[in-house]
């Protein structure tokens, strides 16, 4: 008998051990192959409501504004042209200013055209009988050209990073007389992981813009580029890419349909260089767009990563601009000629400048008026088939009180011209609690009405409970995105950024990667860092709108994004 309960015993110990082990191991089977983020997915939902319901949440009445029907304005956006520093300044009374784009007019390996200027200076060098000099300003080409077609600044030169510039300053009616082709050399390419490259040229026989195009349109591999607005490299690509399309007409329905194709599986446009690089040292992205002088003074591009050069080349032509008297088209051309001496071409090349002397470009000169309706294209097709649904959520606590929550409204009032009609946006504010002021909507007319009027009734008051206002933004996104599968989810957050209510970072950080939404952040008087750790979550660009240029910078951000 005894024997007998003993071997029940063990019986039922093994009973219990084979069990657990195939419990363990159907969990363990479930889950192979799944990321971790995949499986927070699974319970992502539950867990969004459950945080949902510890906040309290009203909806406001929407209340229509007055809205402005005129489009937007990019000249009344710029700031002060004394926001781009000027890196070296003019020493005698007879001179020129000359718009220098950051790879050459900045400093160190950025610092080129800065030291050629600099020993211009010194070279007391006479023009017209009297000793002459340059004063440059370091500005991006994109935002110095919006400067001279604005009217709202005009230098007596620039020198852009490649010619498709000059071509959109002649289309607006700025005369621009090109000096010199060339004052260094550059070229843009497409960076890829070496795995990347090693597998599409197995498969295409080579890399350049179509086999990348084709690739990307079949959803082989995810790539990025840069606002075209605003960046030379994303500019060129742009009109590269159409022209592999179609290269009889770039702006034809077939160049257009090839675009949508291919933008369709484009996962990331950058604001900013910068923002592109985060995301690609994430491993976000199997490739990307960057200048040649970028990547080899780049470290951490190099050995994993191949430069396959593309479209027109960088190579800094110099534009003397409107009807400049004698004695300045005379520095200019004077300059051009100082900066091409085999000292500064070879310290060019000490800096990164002058590589693949051997690459011609691909493309002859595009007239300006095709560039900046080709610049329309982007803005109207750049979602594909996938428009955009967008939260704003707006600090409105104490401590933004006065002058922070004045310029958050003008960022608002002024930058929601830059967003697209076929996108849908709501509005959420907060402070100890959160309200939706406007529910997620298309943005037409009466949406438009009503975000304004939104904005306008805005006042501050009471704790600040950031993380609360996320939630109930990624509430509403899902929400919008079971009616609408096919939309974009994205959340803008304008805040100081000091959070002292409710949930913290840690509490939803888990959510907002299950989710994958971008969180571009906005502050006002504010703790950055605390803005860009929400931010890099889901490689969106942060911006600190304590500065001048503050909604020229939204706009340009509203202007890829939506």
């Given at each position: 008998?005894?024997?007998?309960?003993?071997?029940?015993?063990?019986?039922?110990?093994i009973?219990?051990?084979v069990?657990?082990?195939?419990?363990?191991?159907v969990?363990?089977?479930?889950?192979?192959?799944?990321?971790?983020?995949?499986?927070?997915?699974?319970?992502?939902?539950?867990?969004?409501?459950?945080?949902?319901?510890?906040?309290?949440?009203?909806?406001?009445?929407?209340?229509?504004?007055?809205?402005?029907?005129?489009?937007a304005?990019?000249?009344?956006?710029?700031?002060?042209?004394?926001?781009?520093?000027?890196?070296?300044?003019?020493?005698?009374n007879?001179?020129?200013?000359?718009?220098?784009s950051?790879?050459?007019?900045?400093?160190?390996?950025?610092?080129?055209?800065?030291?050629?200027?600099?020993?211009?200076?010194?070279?007391?060098?006479?023009?017209n009988?009297?000793?002459?000099?340059?004063?440059?300003?370091?500005?991006?080409?994109?935002?110095?050209?919006?400067?001279?077609?604005?009217?709202?600044?005009?230098?007596?030169?620039?020198?852009?990073?490649?010619?498709?510039?000059?071509?959109?300053?002649?289309?607006?009616?700025?005369?621009?007389?090109?000096?010199?082709?060339?004052?260094?050399?550059?070229?843009?390419?497409?960076?890829?992981?070496k795995?990347?490259?090693?597998?599409?040229?197995?498969?295409?026989?080579s890399?350049?813009?179509?086999?990348?195009?084709?690739?990307?349109?079949?959803?082989?591999?995810?790539?990025?580029?840069?606002?075209?607005?605003?960046?030379?490299?994303?500019?060129?690509f742009?009109?590269?890419?159409?022209?592999?399309f179609?290269?009889?007409?770039?702006?034809?329905?077939k160049?257009v349909?090839?675009?949508?194709?291919?933008?369709?599986?484009?996962?990331?446009?950058?604001?900013?260089?910068?923002?592109?690089r985060?995301?690609?040292?994430?491993?976000?992205?199997?490739?990307?767009?960057?200048?040649?002088?970028?990547?080899?003074?780049t470290?951490?591009?190099?050995?994993?990563?191949?430069?396959?050069?593309?479209?027109?080349?960088?190579?800094?032509?110099?534009?003397?601009?409107?009807?400049?008297?004698q004695?300045?088209q005379?520095?200019?051309?004077?300059?051009?000629?100082?900066?091409?001496?085999?000292?500064?071409?070879?310290?060019?090349?000490d800096?990164?400048?002058?590589?693949?002397?051997?690459?011609?470009?691909e493309m002859t000169p595009?007239?300006?008026?095709?560039?900046?309706?080709?610049?329309?294209?982007?803005?109207?097709?750049?979602?594909?088939?996938?428009?955009?649904a967008?939260?704003?959520?707006?600090?409105?606590?104490?401590?933004?009180?006065?002058?922070?929550?004045?310029?958050?409204?003008?960022?608002?009032?002024?930058?929601?011209?830059?967003?697209?009609?076929d996108?849908?946006?709501?509005?959420?504010?907060?402070?100890?609690?959160?309200?939706?002021?406007?529910?997620?909507?298309?943005?037409?007319?009466?949406?438009?009405?009503?975000?304004?009027?939104?904005?306008?009734?805005?006042?501050?008051?009471?704790?600040?409970?950031?993380?609360?206002a996320?939630?109930v933004a990624?509430?509403?996104?899902?929400?919008e995105?079971?009616?609408?599968?096919?939309?974009?989810?994205?959340?803008?957050?304008?805040?100081?950024?000091?959070?002292?209510e409710?949930?913290?970072?840690?509490?939803?950080?888990?959510?907002?990667?299950?989710?994958?939404?971008?969180?571009?952040?906005?502050?006002?008087?504010?703790?950055?860092?605390?803005?860009q750790?929400?931010?890099?979550i889901?490689?969106a660009?942060?911006?600190?709108?304590?500065?001048?240029?503050?909604?020229?910078?939204?706009?340009?951000?509203?202007?890829?994004?939506?």
């Amino acid at each position: 008998m005894a024997r007998k309960s003993k071997f029940l015993l063990i019986s039922g110990i093994i009973l219990v051990v084979v069990f657990v082990l195939v419990y363990v191991g159907v969990n363990l089977t479930s889950n192979l192959g799944k990321t971790k983020p995949q499986i927070t997915a699974q319970d992502a939902a539950k867990r969004l409501n459950k945080l949902y319901s510890n906040i309290s949440v009203r909806t406001d009445t929407p209340i229509k504004g007055q809205i402005d029907l005129n489009p937007a304005d990019v000249g009344e956006t710029l700031p002060d042209i004394s926001k781009y520093p000027i890196t070296v300044n003019n020493t005698t009374n007879n001179y020129v200013e000359i718009f220098s784009s950051p790879e050459k007019g900045g400093t160190g390996v950025d610092g080129w055209l800065t030291e050629t200027a600099e020993a211009f200076n010194k070279a007391n060098i006479v023009v017209n009988g009297k000793p002459a000099s340059v004063k440059i300003r370091n500005i991006a080409s994109g935002t110095g050209v919006d400067y001279i077609k604005s009217g709202k600044y005009i230098p007596d030169a620039i020198t852009p990073s490649n010619e498709l510039w000059g071509e959109m300053i002649k289309a607006s009616g700025v005369k621009a007389k090109l000096v010199s082709k060339r004052l260094v050399g550059n070229v843009p390419g497409i960076v890829l992981s070496k795995s990347k490259y090693d597998a599409l040229v197995q498969k295409y026989g080579s890399v350049n813009v179509k086999t990348v195009t084709e690739a990307i349109a079949g959803n082989e591999f995810s790539m990025g580029y840069t606002d075209p607005f605003a960046s030379s490299t994303g500019l060129n690509f742009l009109i590269t890419a159409l022209n592999t399309f179609d290269s009889s007409n770039i702006l034809g329905d077939k160049a257009v349909k090839g675009f949508e194709n291919f933008q369709a599986n484009v996962p990331f446009t950058a604001s900013t260089t910068i923002q592109m690089r985060e995301a690609a040292k994430s491993g976000m992205l199997d490739g990307f767009v960057l200048e040649y002088q970028t990547f080899v003074n780049t470290a951490d591009l190099k050995g994993g990563y191949v430069f396959t050069p593309f479209g027109v080349r960088h190579d800094s032509p110099l534009y003397a601009l409107g009807d400049l008297p004698q004695n300045k088209q005379d520095i200019i051309k004077k300059f051009a000629d100082f900066a091409a001496q085999d000292t500064y071409q070879k310290a060019a090349q000490d800096k990164g400048f002058n590589g693949l002397e051997d690459y011609k470009s691909e493309m002859t000169p595009v007239d300006g008026d095709v560039l900046i309706a080709a610049q329309k294209i982007w803005k109207e097709k750049k979602n594909g088939n996938k428009p955009i649904a967008a939260v704003f959520v707006t600090d409105v606590s104490g401590s933004m009180a006065g002058e922070p929550l004045n310029r958050l409204k003008e960022s608002l009032l002024k930058g929601q011209k830059f967003l697209g009609r076929d996108n849908s946006i709501g509005l959420v504010s907060y402070s100890s609690d959160v309200t939706i002021n406007l529910p997620i909507g298309k943005y037409d007319t009466n949406q438009q009405s009503m975000f304004v009027g939104a904005v306008d009734s805005l006042q501050a008051s009471g704790g600040t409970a950031t993380f609360d206002a996320i939630v109930v933004a990624l509430k509403m996104l899902q929400e919008e995105m079971t009616a609408n599968p096919s939309s974009k989810p994205l959340i803008f957050v304008l805040s100081d950024g000091e959070t002292n209510e409710g949930h913290t970072l840690k509490d939803i950080k888990s959510l907002i990667e299950a989710y994958k939404v971008p969180i571009y952040t906005i502050g006002y008087n504010a703790n950055i860092k605390a803005l860009q750790n929400i931010s890099s979550i889901n490689e969106a660009a942060s911006i600190n709108a304590d500065t001048d240029d503050v909604v020229y910078k939204i706009g340009n951000l509203f202007n890829v994004q939506m």
